[in-house]
């Protein structure tokens, strides 16, 4: 049986209460979002813990109904934001506006990155917060999904996304968004410009202290997810692109080793063939256009990853803190 243990006593006094603000980044699903604040808000109340939701738009095919958020009687969460994009960028992106128009305008001691699905449950959002105060403040926590429930064939190429990512980049990444940054380390991330292709391997790239805590994953409020076998290799090309230029030194290094082997089997068949009978006529200078030709190809490839290395550090960028503000179309105060 899976458990997560709270203890009432981390947080103490009313005037002592954690302000935590939560970014949730929604594509359409405004009745997910209304159900999320409900649950929340029973939970921060009893915590003690005062909110801020900043819900970001990312370009929905319909505006959520007003009405959808009326007479809701919240009391934990005391003000509720949207920040509308003017195009569609994706998950990962919206959730990088968020944390530089967070940093930018909001002040707490916590920003919490969750989904609005019921994926991200309310419980561990507790849990979270618990750990960060546990930390003094010092380190991003991240929520590492020790159950999953997708399909066999969906875990198998998620075993085989983190396998390798390893082996690229020589980091582990078995999180996904659902984490909490003190709010003292957020002007740090918010101009990581990795961030701008995939959260956690930002992070990760950052260097910021982080570490994780157990979860398990929640049920859907409605619908199902849109993550399929195209998002998930698009999410993971995303998480390996950040540590480019690891990734091209590595290559490199592997191509310089295949260079060299197929060098030694060249001098290999041609002293066969000048200090023994054993050569096939014909079959030396065979092996050997065959060898030259591949080392030229590796020779080649070599280079592309020498100028991907290059290209890397040269590139400064999407800066967040910089450069958020041209995909915003408006804030919307809900209440």
Partial sequence: MFNIEFHDNFISTEDNSQEVIFIIPVFNDWKSVRKLLEDLDTLLTRYKILASILVVDDASNFPEEQRLFDNMGLRAIKNFKILRLKRNIGHQRAITIGLAYTEAFYSGDMVLVMDADGEDTPQDCIALIQKCVENDYRKIIFARRSQRSESFLFKLFYRAYYTTYHLLTGFDIRVGNFSIIPFNLLHRLVVVSELWNHYAAGV????????????????????????????????????????????????????????????????????????????????????????????????????????????????????????????????????
């Fill in 204 to 335: 990760l790239k950052s260097k910021l202290m982080n570490d994780d805590i157990n979860t398990r994953r929640g049920t859907r409020y409605y619908g199902k997810s849109q993550m399929n076998f195209t998002s998930l290799i698009t999410h993971g090309l995303s998480a390996i692109s950040v540590h480019g230029e690891i990734v091209g030194v590595r290559l490199l290094i592997v191509s310089c080793m295949m260079i060299c082997l197929m060098i030694i089997a060249i001098l290999i068949v041609v002293g066969i063939r000048l200090t023994t009978n054993l050569a096939i006529p014909g079959w030396t200078s065979y092996i050997v256009t065959i060898l030259l030709s591949l080392i030229l190809q590796v020779f080649m490839i070599a280079l592309s990853f020498i100028f991907l290395v290059l290209v890397g550090r040269n590139n400064i960028g999407f800066i967040p803190s910089r450069d958020y503000s041209y995909f915003i179309l408006s804030v919307e105060d809900i209440f």
